[in-house]
């Protein structure tokens, strides 16, 4: 049995603490999510020492260790299943609760982790729209676990040592491939990567098999361990390469507090084993697996501002509690019946049974009822309860997905089309990210005479020749073809650039490169940059969903419905990218105006008196996610590009036919 450490439950409770407050939105913990690596550690550490001891005494038993897993987690876990089902059943829209299905039935498997690395991309919009998506570190330390334990007791059957080896090198391999991915501008996909985080739980695992003990200098490594443990959420910021290099201080951190100790009377010790610290420990699980459920509910329902977080958060604290003392304990330590293997394995089984089957049939059959068929407005808004933008096939055609718009997911090559000029048609290139694909719509509506090349991928910006802002194949081809096929020719009458212009590619000199090059070659009066625009905190067509109903299909107002949504929603950029849009949009404006180059600001085109236009006076949604446009939203943003004055001359000065406003 290994001897309980009150100083490990003191630093579970340091670490859900920033976890909590950055997750609620609070801006000085920009790094909170790092308090996640820390659990990694702590868990690594102590599974690690149980099954060596285990092994070591000829006592291992792979069904004991399963069903110690089981008991710790499942109990409550499966309350949040059941939790998160019922209120996406009761409030959330149709096609969120297919999601949230599918989230269950993932988590379940313990592959939350795969499923929103496959899930979450850069039309992601809101991580509030992804009510389990904090199940994802669950489930790495289980897959974790479903190969440790059998890896390790095979190594020991030949000797300690290789053991020791065995795991050292796949916490190795582990961390280059986080260094790898972390390091690369492939965006985020070594977040959620189980390889990219096993070293985590392998360093602590390392500690404890190695049985590290550090005797002397005891204080001031644990004071120095603490501090860099209680530095790093403030410190580190969204856009740090993570997990690789920005989490290395607080995991190295948490290993040398865990393996430094004495005999508990050190300062830090009795800090870390305060009651109230130690109690926090001990309900750290029910606070993650409730938090986040709590919070994604609360902002669905518009009980998630400035005045409203600290009673979600006290709310969250409450259930917790509750959840901890009449469900996690009960199940875990109660009478020997309840806690027999067939009892347990009986009652888990007839709950996932559970929600297996009859969340899977509703979908199916929303699934198989999904439409955008509508005849007015409301109906067309309504239409996002049942199915997404992108699912209904609206992507596709507006953003021309697939053939001049590329995504990880799909063919990395463009359709011929989308670069090969037209004889007896104006041309016009539009050329940049998915900001520039979310254009695709209104400018081919306000230039039916035109024969509009598109070049675009996600995160895909063009700046200078053979410089990649992502490592997508997809994003080579289109570097190729526009500075190989595209800007040589002399045959395009109007290019257009969008794009979600970064502080990286004005750093580097890259998107001047660019503006260079256009005024170089005698493009530059026949060129519009269209620049980056604010992002949102959650998604827009569910707010719009939510909001209309509660108004009348007959009676509502775009107005009232402009002003609900800016109720709710609010801009997100500077928390999820540390970078100042409005400062940005300034800078490659004056580099746009130095090169003869007309600029147009997308921030100031999105702009109301209500703060945000979300909903067009003909009571048209303008986004579906938390930042890109539909198709009506793309026509009304390019009319008010063309409405621009400086825009007009450039227009007039092109070839481009016919321009409808």
């Known amino acids: 049995m290994i001897r309980y450490r009150s100083d490990i439950d003191g630093l579970r409770a340091l670490s859900i603490a920033p976890v909590l407050l950055f997750h609620a939105g609070y801006s000085f913990v920009s790094g909170g999510f790092v308090g996640v690596d820390t659990f990694f550690v702590i868990s690594g550490y102590l599974i690690t020492s149980m099954i060596s001891r285990e092994i070591a005494e000829g006592q291992f038993s792979f069904g004991r260790f399963y069903m110690r897993r ?41 592959a939350s982790n795969i499923y929103y690395l496959v899930h979450i991309d850069y039309f992601a919009g809101d991580s509030f729209d992804f009510i389990l998506l904090h199940t994802w570190s ?108 920005a989490a290395v201080p607080s995991v190295l951190a948490t290993v040398l507090l865990i393996v430094t100790r004495d005999d508990g009377t050190d300062l830090v010790t009795r800090g870390l084993s305060w009651p109230v610290l130690v109690y ?69 089984a007839a709950a996932m049974s559970l929600f297996i089957a009859l969340p899977l049939g509703q979908a199916w059959t929303a699934e198989h009822s999904a439409s955008l068929d509508y005849t007015t407005s409301y109906e067309k808004i309504m239409a996002f309860d049942r199915v997404g933008f992108r699912e209904s096939g609206e992507l596709d055609l507006a953003y021309r997905g697939g053939d001049c718009f590329l995504e990880p997911n799909t063919p990395q090559t463009f359709a011929e089309d989308c670069y090969t000029l037209s004889d007896d048609r104006p041309n016009i290139a539009l050329i940049g990210d998915s900001n520039a694909a979310h254009l695709s719509a209104g400018v081919r509506f306000s230039f039916p005479d035109a024969h509009v090349l598109q070049l675009s991928g996600s995160n895909c910006i063009i700046t200078a020749p053979g410089v990649l802002t992502r490592d997508m194949d997809g994003c080579r081809e289109e570097n190729r073809l526009f500075f190989e096929n595209i800007l040589p020719s002399n045959e395009i009458d109007l290019y257009i650039f969008s794009a979600r212009w970064s502080r990286s590619v004005l750093r580097n000199g890259g998107f001047e490169q660019l503006l260079m090059s256009l005024e170089e070659r005698g493009l530059a009066d026949k060129t519009i940059i269209v620049g980056r625009q604010v992002y949102f905190s959650q998604a827009v067509a569910n707010q719009a969903v939510y909001n209309l109903r509660t108004m009348s299909p007959d009676a509502w107002e775009p107005e009232e419905l402009n002003r609900a949504l800016n109720d709710v929603i609010s801009p997100a950029e500077e928390l999820h990218t540390g970078e100042d849009v409005y400062a940005m ?60 004055k400086n825009v007009s001359e450039v227009l007039g000065r092109a070839d481009v036919g016919k321009v409808r406003y």
Request: charged share 15%; hydrophobic share 50%; with cysteine.
């Open 70 to 110: 089981a008991r710790r987690l499942l109990p409550a876990l499966i309350c949040v299943y059941a939790a998160v089902l019922a209120f996406s059943w009761l409030y959330d829209t149709q096609y969120n609760f297919q999601s949230a299905v599918q989230q269950v039935f993932a988590s379940i498997f313990y």
């Open 138 to 245: 669950l489930s790495i330390e289980e897959q974790f676990y479903l190969i440790f334990p059998a890896a390790i007791w095979l190594a020991y059957k030949i000797s300690q040592g290789q053991a020791r080896s065995l795991l050292v090198l796949a916490t190795l391999a582990s961390l280059a491939f986080s260094a790898y991915l972390s390091l690369s501008t492939s965006n985020g996909g070594e977040y959620y990567h189980s390889f990219s985080r096993f070293w985590e739980l392998g360093i602590g695992g390392c500690a404890a098999l190695f049985q590290v003990r550090i005797t002397k200098g005891v204080t001031p490594i644990r004071l120095a361990s603490v501090l860099v443990i209680l530095a790093a959420p403030f410190l580190i910021q969204p856009h740090f390469p993570f997990p690789f290099p």
């Open 280 to 348: 926090v420990g001990k309900i750290s699980y029910s606070l993650y697996i409730w938090h986040w459920v709590v919070f994604v509910a609360a902002r669905k329902m518009g009980y998630f501002d400035g005045y409203t977080i600290p009673l979600v958060i006290l709310l969250t604290v409450v259930i917790s509690v509750l959840s901890y003392h009449l469900v996690e304990q009960p199940l875990r330590y109660s009478q020997p019946g309840l806690r027999s293997h067939k009892a347990m394995l009986s009652y888990f």
């Open 585 to 644: 949009d300034e800078t490659i404006a004056r580099l746009a105006l130095k090169h003869g180059i007309v600029y147009v600001s997308a921030l100031k085109l999105q702009r109301h008196p209500d703060g945000i236009e979300f909903v067009s006076p003909e009571g048209e949604l303008l986004y579906w996610d938390a930042g890109h446009l539909t198709t009506a939203g793309a026509r009304r943003r390019v009319s008010q590009i063309i409405s621009q």
